[in-house]
């Protein structure tokens, strides 16, 4: 009984580091190397702290990965990785500025593949307040 509405489409989570860091440090080839390197962690509005998911041709990778600094903050995230600070996991729209200017690379591009990007649900079975349908409409509007 529950409607889904796709909007924003797809999107992908990348794992990004500067140019320096990767000159100092090395690329990691698989995600088990992560364990190997400094990481920039994400802490959760829960207070945990975010484990990453990689997945190529079928295999699924949850890493714990390790880190001495821990940000909520992905624009945060960004800049500590910008300045060389660790490797980051963010979403690629977050980052695709810096990408472009070269300040950060992509790392294990072949293990972050697109995922589905966002739904709004409603009920099917009952009424759709006027400010509901006017978005709902507004999101299946040709673009």
Not at 22 to 28: D, F, K, L, V
Request: proline share 8%; net charge positive.
């Amino acid at each position: 009984d529950m409607i889904a509405i796709p909007f924003g489409g797809d999107t992908r989570f990348i794992c990004v580091a500067s140019p320096g860091y990767i000159a100092q440090h090395g690329a990691p080839k698989t995600p088990e190397d992560l364990q190997n390197h400094t990481c920039i962690r994400q802490r959760m509005p829960s207070g945990k702290r975010y484990r990453w998911e990689f997945e190529r041709r079928g295999q699924e990778k949850v890493i714990n990965v390790p880190g001495t600094l821990t940000l909520d903050h992905p624009g945060l995230m960004a800049d500590a990785a910008a300045r060389g600070l660790g490797i980051a996991y963010l979403a690629e729209h977050v980052v695709r500025d810096r990408l472009e200017r070269g300040e950060l690379i992509t790392l294990l591009d072949d293990w972050c593949p697109p995922i589905p990007g966002l739904c709004l649900y409603y009920s099917g079975h009952r009424h759709v307040p006027a400010g509901l349908r006017a978005f709902i409409d507004e999101l299946k509007r040709p673009r």
